[in-house]
């Protein structure tokens, strides 16, 4: 059967959900995990209709799912019933099966008629989202990591290898820079638990000292990924308890980071105020070197954002201040990796700023110089998350100075992004353009948002210089 391209692209989508989470997982997925893989399809691609979804999240084609269905009643020494083809694209087309095929499709997929969008869910918003939340990985991982957070201040110190853990850290958050974000939340996630067990043996507390360093680090790196995948609830629960386990370990340019991962969550939440709050607060353990810089330029974007002008021009002045005052810091400028705050980036930010104080001219100048050092520079310093948000940033410094043809080039590359380095930001940022830009380019950038990362949420925006927020 020929499939319309809008099929062809819910098949593809779908596909790439599953495949991802499957190779996370490593075993035969569960029912619960298909149900999760069904939903993920749902909210990434809200025309696909839920059976259909839940088909897709199982990787059966039409004529599969027959067969499977038949199967069933076999096994359920239930009388075979006449299904074909037709009845069934129906019913993803959105018919709705009688109540006996309904409670059928209700067996084969165990689950019941609002799942498989045959009847309509009454319960009120909020239980409804406090559901969702259950057997979430990510957010299981961010409620894991806060609860050991709080318990660290009084838990038995321990032992373990320092120099392999740190080595892995280290080298993790490296390949953050290049690497996408879900298989490495995961391997993330492992490694986390090894220093959480070396943390239950007997050692010397300078050793747990370093223990909880890592520990918060990776609850840091994990942070980043929750943000990258469109999970911001997650990325605060765990960015704080980064943040504390940066206190108990005595390490101030932890908790600095940590605060400017709050700052940023609070950014992309329109949280602006808080973001502002969040970066000052940092800076109080945080205030020179690339670290400090970091957090005078997500202030300075914060007050961009509330309109305080020349606030946000004074704190681009002193990151470049702070950046020439600080000397080497173990975070920033030896582990590195994701936790660098490299020229490169601050240019990026930048030009975001520059933006949302409606200097156009000045941000195409700064996100040009960002794609500049980017390009010029090793692979494992290029940030293809950053680069990609700043030719983004650029497109729309174009069309805001009416520059059709500058913007195209620069999306250009964009465009050319597999799936899994699509981050939930650079979406939302080229989704929030739309209106903007020319009919060819809108077309280009829809195809390019309706497919991405699996963890990506279908969110709404509001005008485009209030969306350009991470």
């Known amino acids: 059967m020929t499939h319309s391209a809008r099929d062809r692209s819910a098949i593809q989508f779908a596909g790439a959900i599953r495949d991802r989470t499957l190779a996370a997982l490593g075993e035969a997925p569960s029912t619960a995990v298909i149900h999760q893989i069904a939903e993920e399809i749902h ?10 979804c839940m088909r897709l999240a199982n990787g059966w084609t039409v004529e599969e799912a027959i067969e499977r269905f038949h199967e069933m009643c076999d096994r359920s020494q239930i009388k075979r019933r006449g299904l074909s083809e037709r009845s069934w694209r129906e019913w993803e087309a959105g018919a709705r099966p009688d109540r006996e095929y309904t409670d059928l499709l209700c067996r084969l997929f165990e689950t019941g008629p609002v799942q498989l969008g045959f009847a309509r869910d009454y319960t009120p918003e909020e239980a409804r989202r406090a559901q969702a939340g259950a057997g979430d990985p990510i957010a299981d991982a961010a409620a894991e990591a806060s609860e050991h957070a709080e318990e660290a ?3 038995e110190l321990g ?6 853990l740190r080595t892995q850290v280290i080298w993790v958050g490296r390949r953050y820079v290049w690497e996408t974000p879900l298989p490495l939340f995961v391997e993330m996630r492992a490694l ?12 010397h507390p300078t050793q747990a000292g370093e223990l909880y360093f890592l520990t918060g680090a990776l609850c840091g790196l994990m942070a980043n990924a929750s943000m990258d995948m ?12 980064s943040w504390t386990y940066g206190r108990i370990s005595g390490h101030p340019s932890l908790m600095g980071w940590a605060r400017g991962m709050q700052a940023s969550v609070a950014l992309w939440d329109r949280r602006y105020e808080d973001a502002a709050r969040y970066a000052g607060d940092a800076l109080t353990h945080l205030s020179t070197g690339s670290g400090g810089a970091r957090l005078h330029m997500l202030r300075a974007r914060a007050c961009a954002m509330l309109g ?5 021009r004074d704190e681009l002045h002193r990151a470049s201040q702070a950046r020439a005052s600080g000397g080497p810091d173990e975070l920033h400028d030896e582990i590195a990796g994701e936790f660098a705050f490299r020229p490169a980036k601050e240019h990026y930010y930048a030009a975001v700023t520059h933006l949302h104080l409606g200097q156009a001219p000045r941000a195409i100048e700064e996100a ?20 990609a948000m700043a030719r983004a940033h650029l497109a729309i410094a174009y069309v805001l100075e009416d520059d059709q043809e500058g913007a195209e080039q620069a999306v250009a590359p964009l465009l050319e992004l597999p799936p899994e380095r699509r981050i939930d930001s650079l979406g ?5 353009s739309r209106s903007l830009v020319s009919d060819r380019m809108a077309r280009q950038i829809e195809g390019f948002c309706s497919v991405g990362l699996a963890q990506t949420r279908d969110l709404s925006f509001e005008t485009p210089a209030r969306a350009l927020n991470t």
Request: some cysteine; charged content about 35%; proline content about 3%.
């Open 43 to 52: 909210l990434s691609s809200p025309q696909t209709s839920r059976l259909k």
């Open 153 to 155: 201040e009084t838990s």
């Open 159 to 164: 032992s373990g290898a320092l120099e392999r």
């Open 192 to 203: 986390q638990e090894q220093t959480r067990k070396a943390l239950e043996r007997r050692i």
């Open 230 to 241: 469109g999970r911001r609830v997650p990325a605060d629960t765990l960015a704080r308890a």
């Open 308 to 312: 305080r002008a020349a606030e946000a």
């Open 368 to 387: 040009r110089a960002a794609i500049a050092l980017y390009s010029a520079d090793e692979r494992e310093n290029r940030s293809y998350g950053c680069e």
């Open 428 to 432: 939302a940022t080229l989704a929030a």
